[in-house]
Nanobody, 120 residues
Framework: QVQLVESGGGLVQAGGSLRLSCAAS????????MGWYRQVPGKSRELVAQ???????NYADHVAGRFTLSGDNAKHAIYLQMNNLKPEDTDDYYC??????????????WGHGTQVTVSS
């Protein structure tokens, strides 16, 4: 099993910054991804930013240039620096880890979520 512990959400004014952190523990296989998703009301969670075990990253279009995701492989931790926040960034953000099992299938885990509120 894998456990994910998130921190760093909060309330900030538009134009401000927040940093989300997520640390994973447990048995984690070498090929994995970690990322942050947001819960869009009435829809499934959508990707905000993702980092692969090889260090490559993906960003949603609406955060590219404002958010930066970094990772620490040794600690299985990721950090999302959120700059120039906008009211539309307000949402619950969830950390995700997916890893490739020895049998070739993938398993994934979610954190409990952290709330980000951006006031105008």
């Amino acid at each position: 099993q894998v456990q994910l512990v998130e921190s760093g959400g909060g309330l900030v004014q538009a134009g401000g910054s927040l940093r989300l952190s997520c640390a994973a523990s447990g048995t984690i296989f070498s090929v994995y991804t970690m990322g942050w998703y947001r819960q869009v009301p009435g829809k499934s969670r959508e990707l905000v930013a993702q980092i692969m075990s090889d260090g490559s990253t993906n960003y949603a279009d609406h955060v590219a240039g404002r958010f930066t995701l970094s990772g620490d492989n040794a600690k299985h931790a990721i950090y999302l620096q959120m700059n120039n926040l906008k009211p539309e960034d307000t949402d619950d953000y969830y950390c995700n880890l997916a890893h490739k099992l020895p049998n070739g299938s993938w398993d994934e885990f979610w954190g409990h979520g952290t709330q980000v509120t951006v006031s105008s």
